[in-house]
């Protein structure tokens, strides 16, 4: 059975930082591609960052380009999303997801299988 399981989520105050991660049991991360998702309460879920199997490269949403970063170490199978300068708009559960092919794309209906979430909370 495949699954995700997301960590790393907490309360933080304006411009600190976070590291969320996503575990896999059930299959290996990475062969796929890997996507973080975010929703806020009341909001759509927004897509925010991808990077495909082999991280060739990586895709942001322009919401949080030049703070959050994603990563993958294939030693251990877990895909990363440092948050750094976090602003309370960034409050939100978040969630990864892996697509079950090599490369990333746009939309969470192009997602296979999805973790439970971790939430993010932004607040002085």
């Known amino acids: 059975q495949l699954q995700l399981v997301e960590s790393g989520g907490g309360l933080v105050q304006p411009g600190g930082s976070l590291r969320l991660s996503c575990a896999a049991s059930?299959?290996?991360?990475?062969?796929?591609?890997i996507g973080w998702f975010r929703q806020a309460p009341g909001k759509e879920r927004e897509g925010v960052s991808c990077v495909p199997r082999g991280g060739i490269y990586t895709k942001y949403a322009d919401s949080v380009k030049g703070r959050f970063t994603i990563s993958r170490d294939n030693t251990n199978g877990t895909v990363y999303l440092q948050m750094n300068s976090l602003k309370p708009e960034d409050t939100a559960v978040y969630y990864c997801a892996v697509r079950l092919s090599r490369m990333c794309r746009e939309g969470g209906v192009a997602y296979d299988e999805w973790g439970k979430g971790t939430q993010v909370t932004v607040a002085s």
């Open positions: 059930g299959f290996t991360l990475d062969d796929y591609a």
